[in-house]
């Protein structure tokens, strides 16, 4: 005798979500790294524009032999989420070099605030050495509102005494967020996010 089943299979699928910010400005003393005078900064548009990693922007500065600066930029805007995250990553692939070294210092900060920059959060910092290039990221929570979400960065460099201070150099390649969405795969021949159905026969 032959007993047919009916199995309603659900399979679940991981699918990730990219977004990143779309509006960025002068952040000034509101993220601030290190002692100086605030220096303007110009636009960053490659900084997280959708060709990701093979285009960059460079923030600089330098100082003199008696004056330290500082120049900062904030990017904010995010996209919106096309759906609900069961996970979150904030990433910033850059990279920041000291240069013309002299026995002064500088510093590269990058930070991120999750509440549209009441208070901020260190990314990655360094004093005199600056890092090296790669991907630094961040946990977020999966119910974060990417409309509060800002990323900023900033470069310092002290003033060298005898000679002009260090040139600071960062350079960013991408600022992006990754969202994990969780979603039923189809089945043959039906919709997306519909269950796969199959017939088993047991003998």
Sequence with gaps: MKLAILLLLASTAFAQEVKRPTFEIDSGATVKCGEGTAQTSTGMPNAYD??????????????TTVKSFYRSRSFSAW???GSTY???????????????????????????????????????TSSGSGFSRKTYSATLSAMQDLS?????????????????????????F???????????????GATTGSPHRGLVIVN
């Design 86 to 124: 069961s996970a979150l990553t904030l990433n910033v692939n850059a990279q920041e070099v000291e240069s013309n070294l002299t026995g002064s210092v500088g510093e590269g900060l990058m930070q991120y605030s999750i509440n549209n920059g009441s208070t901020w959060t260190n990314l990655v």
């Design 148 to 172: 509060q979400l800002k990323v900023a960065v900033c470069v310092q460099s002290s003033a060298g005494g005898d000679t002009s201070g260090p040139i600071e150099t960062m350079t960013v």
């Design 174 to 188: 991408d600022i992006w967020t990754v969202g994990t969405t969780t979603a039923q795969s189809p089945g043959p």
């Design 50 to 63: 959708a060709t990701g990693q093979s285009t960059s922007s460079v923030i600089a500065t330098q100082a």
């Design 79 to 81: 996209q919106a989420a």
